[in-house]
């Protein structure tokens, strides 16, 4: 553990240097940096408020506040950084700067919506980087048609996300919240509880998308002797997948039916958009367990609402919702048998740390006109990525 403590910090020594100023204007969330110098880059970074949480852990780099570590390092090259919370407002602080900005910065946790509208506005637009992974607030045929480059710091966070679902699966499976809320409140019925409680040995577990964070997941639930099923565009290499003990099902509404908890780990695309919807969830098993922390358009929202309320679904957790921030009156919230959150799986401090550095690795590359890794790009040359396409 103290080996462990240990690298952490060393990993994160040259960010927090970098995050010593955290003195922003609260009633404007929007901090301009630096001023613009001949020949300089212009950057836009739209992230969550943290308030007073900012100041409680040094590697809180995902905010307003810290803006990913990188304040002094761009100004020391001459940049012009621009940070902001404010992205939904007619006339909010991303418009008024989206015109003219070169180098936008988001995040999935607190998305920038790249609209085509807004591409057009964006005259000298040159670079769009995802804080994470998931770059599905992009218009991505817009931003190809544009001649953007779009990437995102691939693998970031897939340690994180496949924890948090598991960690689901587990609170769905065990009746977990029930028991929670019952000692919040002061109450003891065990029974209330355990009517509905299970153990996950034994059970069929099947994810909808099996790259890197359908992998993680399986290669976790392995100890738990769960029959593993995984439904993807192409199959694991066999070696792996034999060493998990997972079987390939090539048809996804084949598969549906034969299990348990359902996870859901495939990108939103034009294809998958609604994916989930009434029909296809009645395909599901009755009293199916569902974890979505992909994408929370993937699913028909009223159709979720309906199948719990019946009992066809009896649980549903995640931490994705459409839109983002999810307003006061989305029904997810109050639906029942659900372990929802928000957007938090894959925005732990690990994962900052780790989607702070690879931002600044694809700007200073982007810098210099050097190439990014491969696998990070999701618009490059005006071609998307394989899995957006």
């Given at each position: ?42 950057i836009v970074g739209v992230f969550y408020t943290a308030n007073e949480y900012a100041e409680k852990n040094p590697n809180f ?35 008024k700067h989206i015109p003219d900005a070169h180098v936008l910065i988001t995040t999935p946790f607190h998305p920038a919506y ?212 999810a307003p006061k009156d989305h029904p997810w919230r109050y639906m029942p048998n659900h372990a929802m959150t928000p957007h ?46």
């Amino acid at each position: 553990m103290a080996m462990a403590m240990a690298a952490r910090r060393a990993s994160a020594s040259a960010f927090r240097a970098l995050t010593s100023s955290r003195n922003l204007n609260s009633s404007i969330l929007t901090r301009d940096l630096h001023q613009a110098s001949p020949g300089s880059k212009k950057i836009v970074g739209v992230f969550y408020t943290a308030n007073e949480y900012a100041e409680k852990n040094p590697n809180f780099l995902g905010c307003v506040e810290s803006a990913l570590g990188l304040r002094e390092w761009l100004e020391s090259q001459g940049h012009q950084y621009i940070i902001t919370d404010d992205k939904d407002r007619p006339n909010c602080e991303l418009e008024k700067h989206i015109p003219d900005a070169h180098v936008l910065i988001t995040t999935p946790f607190h998305p920038a919506y790249v609209t085509e509208e807004r591409i057009k506005k964006a005259k000298n637009l040159e670079l769009v980087l995802t804080a994470g992974i998931g770059s599905d607030h992009v218009d991505l045929k817009a931003a190809a048609a544009a001649g953007l480059t779009v990437a995102e710091v691939t693998g970031s966070n897939v340690v994180s996300v496949a924890e948090d679902e598991l960690m689901r699966i587990l609170i769905l499976v065990r009746n977990f919240l029930p028991g929670y809320q019952q000692v919040v409140r002061g109450e003891w019925d065990v029974a209330a509880i355990a009517y509905r409680a299970y153990d996950l040995e034994g059970k069929t577990v099947g994810t909808v998308g099996c790259g890197r964070i359908g992998r993680l997941l399986l290669q976790r639930l392995k100890p738990f002797n769960c029959n593993l099923l995984y439904h993807d565009r192409v199959k694991m290499d066999p070696e792996l997948e034999n060493q998990i003990g997972a079987k390939f099902e090539d048809d996804l509404d084949a598969m549906l039916p034969k299990c348990d908890i359902i996870v859901i780990n495939t990108p939103l695309t034009e294809k998958t958009k609604g994916m989930f919807d009434k029909d296809r969830i009645a395909k599901c098993k009755k009293g199916v367990y569902i974890v979505n922390n992909a994408r929370g358009a993937i699913m028909d929202t009223q159709a979720v609402v309906d199948a719990c309320n019946s009992g066809h679904i009896a649980g549903y957790g995640g931490d994705v919702w459409y839109p983002q921030p999810a307003p006061k009156d989305h029904p997810w919230r109050y639906m029942p048998n659900h372990a929802m959150t928000p957007h938090i799986s894959g925005t732990t401090i690990d994962a900052q740390l780790r989607y702070a550095a690879g931002v600044k690795d694809m700007l200073e590359s982007h810098f210099k006109g050097e190439e990014f890794p491969l696998e990070n790009y999701i618009v490059k040359k005006g071609e998307l990525a394989p899995q957006y396409r």
